[in-house]
């Protein structure tokens, strides 16, 4: 004779397959987690000069100015959620450089790139890139891969580039990231003065920093 379950014996089975089948819905729906691979690189765009400090000068032109504008280009053109762009100095305000290496060491970031303008009253033909690094500072083979990366980028477009150089400046003495500085041009040569104050130029100098920006992950 066959003994017929009980009604909450029945219901324990179908209880137990209505949650795997909700587990199992469940386990398409959650999103995962990110993965640890992804890492977030952080980048200080220092603009040289700003406010009362006008750096190189050329009839309406100013160095604070070109500094700015390409700063701020290079920001725009980072389409890359994990490099993360800060600045030390926000707009046409002048920021002294101790501040500044404040600014830079309170961030702690993987790279600092300095932006600058050349200029010489002693001859109009100078002209080109020049990308520097502090030898004193313990992290100069780290700024110096950086800067030669970063130049050989340039080059390749066609900009004339000079030699990685070592020098004391205080930003990249003081920095405790890797830190590079880069001369754009010459705003006292014409072709240099060119390309540094055309709109589509920048663009072209921010999106070379960009995209060797995206490359350092």
Same mark, same amino acid.
């Given at each position: ?22 587990? /199992? ?11 640890? %691979? ?7 765009? %220092?603009?040289? @000069? ?7 000068? @050329? !009839? !309406? ?18 389409? !890359? ?20 290496? &404040? ?12 932006? @600058?303008?050349?200029?010489?009253? @002693? ?19 780290? /700024? ?7 130049? %050989? ?9 000079? !030699? ?25 040569? &014409? ?23 995206? &490359?350092?992950?």
């Amino acid at each position: 004779m066959s003994v017929k379950p009980k009604p909450n014996q029945m219901k324990k089975p179908i209880r137990f397959f209505a949650l795997l089948l909700l587990g /199992a819905c469940f386990s398409f729906t959650i999103p995962s987690k990110p993965t640890d %691979d992804a890492k977030i690189i952080n980048v200080v765009i %220092d603009a040289g @000069h700003g406010g009362k400090d006008l750096g190189a000068t @050329h !009839d !309406d032109f100013t160095e604070k100015q070109i500094t700015d504008q390409i700063a701020y280009k290079i920001m725009e053109m980072n389409t !890359d959620s994990e490099v993360v762009i800060h600045f030390t100095r926000e707009g046409d305000k002048f920021v002294d450089l101790n501040k500044r290496v &404040e600014v830079i060491n309170a961030i702690k970031p993987d790279l600092v790139i300095s932006l @600058h303008v050349n200029y010489t009253k @002693h001859s109009s033909e100078r002209s080109g890139m020049e990308f520097f690094i502090c030898k004193e500072n313990k992290l100069a083979p780290k /700024a110096a891969m950086f800067a030669e990366r970063l130049s %050989d980028k340039f080059e390749n477009k066609g900009f004339k580039v000079s !030699d990685v150089k070592g020098a004391p400046f205080f930003t990249l003495l003081k920095s405790q990231s890797p830190a590079i500085m880069v001369e754009l041009g010459y705003l006292s040569n &014409e072709i240099d003065r060119n390309y540094l104050t055309r709109d589509k130029s920048q663009d072209e100098i921010a999106g070379i920093v960009a995209g060797f920006l995206k &490359e350092i992950k």
